[in-house]
């Protein structure tokens, strides 16, 4: 079950019903947004650490994840045995007694959701949770060890991306689902749908993720550390290097894309430019010549 409320329909685009994957999906999808904790209410099906969760006679567990910088997240503070101790939000350098943060991954009693109001905006970090704890109801912190990146900035997205490429991730990498080739790891990954049209002197150089139908022209550049999404056509001389492009993004010739983002079924002119935390919207035409950012 996907809980969601902004850009709900290019979300179930992208992941439709699961099946690419071998899952079932489903939308719970907000009319208005909810808050952190409206989402899960709404949602009412969750599931993670049911092990933990059941050996602890936990009624509340929150997956928790270590990071290095602690600066812009709520800290989560245990004893000894996983039980939540206090919740600290935004703390100063002073308050940061842990490393560990709230990864947005929670496993409830369903009884525990009639706490959470309906129609209105609700917290999880300062509304739910502290409640819990006041009340005395166990409520446990599972500190997970596998790869976790908050994707909620253009940033973070990208280095989502990256992170893939370079090997940090494991996954079996196969763009849309096409059974293209797949040689080398870590960063020497290089994966190209089966039916990418790649003229004679066209360069993919790893580690490169390339979608289904797309087309590289002569003499164009695509990588290290880029991703094409299905559709895409780079034309002669283009270079795109640390770039994401979603799909059916058509680049024109000799033009650069350089450690952006770019949306789907955008048109890039002959020669423009996009540069470094450059984003295009969907649907965007950059003119000839153009120089993104300004």
């Given at each position: ?5 902004y ?8 992941m ?9 999906l ?17 949602a009412a ?20 994840t ?9 800290l ?11 919740f600290?939000?935004?703390?100063s350098?002073a ?19 009639d ?9 999880m ?27 909620g ?9 990256l ?11 196969d ?17 190209i749908?089966?039916?990418v ?23 164009c550049r695509?990588?290290?550390s ?31 894309l ?5 949306g789907?079924?955008?048109?890039v ?21 153009a120089?993104?950012?300004?």
């Amino acid at each position: 079950m996907l809980s969601c409320s902004y850009l709900v329909d290019e979300i179930r685009q992208a992941m439709g019903d699961g099946s690419r994957w071998d899952v079932t999906l489903e939308y719970a999808v907000e009319t208005e947004p909810l808050g952190t904790a409206g989402g899960v209410r709404n949602a009412a099906d969750l599931s993670a650490m049911l092990r933990f969760h059941g050996e602890r006679g936990s009624r509340a567990t929150i997956f928790l994840t270590r990071v290095e910088d602690t600066s812009p997240y709520g800290l989560v503070e245990l004893a000894g045995d996983g039980r939540v101790r206090r919740f600290v939000e935004k703390p100063s350098p002073a308050d940061r007694t842990t490393d560990t943060i709230n990864a947005g991954i929670y496993v409830l009693d369903a009884a525990l959701l009639d706490r959470i109001p309906t129609g209105r905006v609700a917290s999880m970090e300062r509304e739910f949770f502290p409640g819990l704890l006041a009340d005395g109801v166990p409520c446990f912190g599972w500190i997970g060890d596998c790869y976790w990146i908050d994707i909620g900035s253009p940033e973070k997205y990208r280095q989502a991306h990256l992170d893939l490429l370079a090997g940090r991730v494991e996954t079996d990498l196969d763009p849309a689902g096409a059974g293209g080739g797949r040689a080398g790891g870590g960063g020497d990954r290089r994966t190209i749908a089966a039916d990418v049209t790649l003229a004679a002197r066209a360069r993919a150089t790893a580690p490169v993720v390339i979608g289904a139908g797309c087309r590289l022209e002569d003499d164009c550049r695509v990588g290290p550390s880029s991703v094409l999404g299905p559709g895409c056509v780079v034309g002669a001389a283009a270079a795109v290097e640390g770039a994401v492009l979603w799909e059916r993004v058509s680049v024109g010739a000799g033009a650069v894309l350089r450690d952006c983002i770019v949306g789907a079924d955008v048109r890039v002119g002959p020669h423009a430019q996009i540069g470094p935390g450059a984003v295009v919207e969907d649907g965007a035409v950059v003119a000839s010549h153009a120089r993104l950012p300004r």
